[in-house]
């Protein structure tokens, strides 16, 4: 990979980490780890004031499309924490913007989309167009696999060469179709779930577009370097059971079945965020290499719904972390214990908030990192 | 109660129908009902054209505290649709408005408060001022039940005298403090969420004051008349388990041992809103007669969860009521055949939408009412 990267020269494969020493990648293929590795989502993001600096001088989509912002971004926490794994900075949103729709992030605002509402919206997406659409998203994870594997990459400064594992993501079919179809954030996603009522057939191709897509770019993150793959679906907990085993477990199913087929050794990690009673479910039928839980979930009650050998990634509250206090690595514990003896990669319920202290983020890490 | 309300005499009680006649009450007693009692929340809203009317009359405090309006609004859905429960109009921050907090409801926008964060804005509340303040409340249960129930109240056109049961309400301890303490709505609730991390004294010494003037102003509503009372916990699913024990559960079981000691016969509905994993315990834990369970949940693993005599209710997705069609009566089937042989009633699992046509709504209850 690194000829593509303009290295001088390519990496003698034996020099490179064997996957299995990778703590993170170790838990998500089945193996209780102790202290559990660490990361956050949006470990890379507004709380950093690193972050902040890149910020200004670009907006959101030529980050993401930028393979030095978004590299940069991306190994920012992991230069200050050591983070056992490093996720991909982008957004799930990459993913309708590479098919055509359009897409500004609005400051104060979040994501503004032209909404896809009837047949004829659908027809001008270009699935056929990701691949080349998302080229800078492969060239930044080739680099940050470099810069965490390949000895010697000091310029990057990671400084824990081959600990930390790179993580592909996407957003999961369901909760993609809710900003594409209302055209932007919203609290009930009221247009969305109305057109999966009375218009199934348009949802439901809209769904399977999406399916297929997403597949294939979480297959092509990981040829690109990516060692797991997590599915983000934000909205999940919106929906009633009937549909959230149509748009939720059965995307997520397909998705996962069509990694494996291809990838069978890189694990998928499963979010289905606020699926309260469905996350067993999710777990069994889905066929994921773990389940991330939200910040409402009962970890030993979640335990005792999926099988032992299922990783299991969470669920600090992000507000505990923003407080910080005595409270902190007192909740930290609580979690690892709670779920010491099984897979579990230790993370937030949901992502860091932009207002969280980073000496927070240092504490917490620590915290979790206590051998005794 | 007659007499209160300036009526020519008090009716003969041998003439009001016993409480175990209403099928409502005798589900929440724990009786199975085929077919199952309906009542929609939010069933007195904005998709009525006679609410709008009414609406455009008065601002939203006053058509609280205004017994004429405040009876006329809860009446419309039980004049449409003969409802079996009717929820009196009201607002869960009537409580910290009635203590004093400024309170206003904008446009667009929604409650407006003077946030709540430090001692001193908590010294400034006086629940001793809430009975007097309410007391347009009780004059509208009284009122409302007496339409409901004395036969010949005609002018109020309720037209099933005697089969539809007066329901209280108040918000849990939780969910009214999210509000004060935030000034107003919000996704994350963030503020309050970090006081109650950062400042567990001061916000365990808010959710007390909640704890016991709730527990006041519900006895009070059923000493008004209300013949069942339903605590609304609307963000119970933005906490982790340790703060769902302490600022969920504690409260409701405060509040539901409070209000049994002193009306042991009357009902008490609690409703954790997104409680996901957690429903089981809240329901085992608060002492509540009936677990009223939101869109996401599965009903037939939250009835596994509960003792058989629990009463359920729910839990029809409001997007499904407002899309209409066929997919409506499958819907509503589906719910009610899951339950069948328990005590359930049958409602939304959230708020109807404003945009619901209300033809819909006369669907459903026909839907739900079927005999076969």
Wanted: charged fraction near 20%; hydrophobic fraction near 45%.
């Amino acid at each position: 990979m690194t000829s593509e990267t303009g290295s001088a020269g390519a990496p003698n494969p034996d020099e490179l980490p064997k996957m299995s020493d990778k703590r993170l990648l170790r838990v998500l293929h089945g193996e209780a780890v102790w202290p559990p590795p660490v990361w956050l989502m949006r470990q890379a993001g507004r709380y950093l004031p690193e972050f902040r600096a890149l910020r200004a001088q670009a907006d959101f989509i030529t980050r993401c499309m930028t393979p030095d912002i978004a590299t940069e971004i991306t190994l920012q926490p992991i230069r200050r924490y050591g983070m056992d794994g490093a996720i991909l900075f982008s957004d799930i949103l990459i993913l309708p913007w590479a098919m055509g729709q359009s897409l500004e992030f609005v400051d104060g605002v979040g994501p503004v989309l032209e909404p896809v509402r009837r047949a004829a919206d659908l027809d001008r997406l270009r699935p056929e167009r990701v691949a080349e659409a998302t080229a800078p998203v492969m060239e930044t994870l080739r680099r940050l696999r470099r810069a965490l594997d390949v000895p010697g990459e000091a310029a990057l400064g990671v400084g824990q060469d081959g600990a930390t594992a790179l993580i592909g993501f996407a957003g999961a079919p369901f909760t993609v179709a809710c900003y594409m179809v209302e055209g932007g954030g919203s609290k009930e996603f009221a247009e969305t779930r109305r057109m999966a009522y009375a218009e199934p057939a348009l949802f439901d191709r809209l769904i399977d577009l999406l399916t297929e897509a997403t597949a294939a770019m979480l297959c092509a993150q990981i040829e690109a370097g990516a060692e797991a793959v997590m599915l983000f679906d934000s909205w999940a907990g919106l929906l009633p059971p009937a549909q959230f085993e149509r748009q939720v477990i059965e995307p997520g199913r397909r998705i996962a079945s069509e990694v494996r087929r291809r990838h069978p050794s890189v694990p998928i990690v499963g979010f289905p965020r606020l699926g309260g009673l469905l996350v067993g479910r999710y777990a069994s039928q889905t066929g994921i290499d773990a389940l991330a839980l939200d910040t409402s979930a009962d970890l030993a009650l979640a335990a005792g719904l999926v099988p032992p050998g299922l990783a299991l990634q969470g669920n600090l509250d992000p507000l505990c972390l923003l407080a910080g206090g005595d409270a902190l690595p007192a909740a930290a514990e609580t979690i690892r214990s709670t779920l010491r003896g099984r897979p579990h990669v230790f993370n937030l319920g949901h992502g860091v908030l932009p207002q969280t202290p980073p000496e927070h983020v240092g504490a917490l890490v620590e915290a979790v990192r206590r051998p005794w």
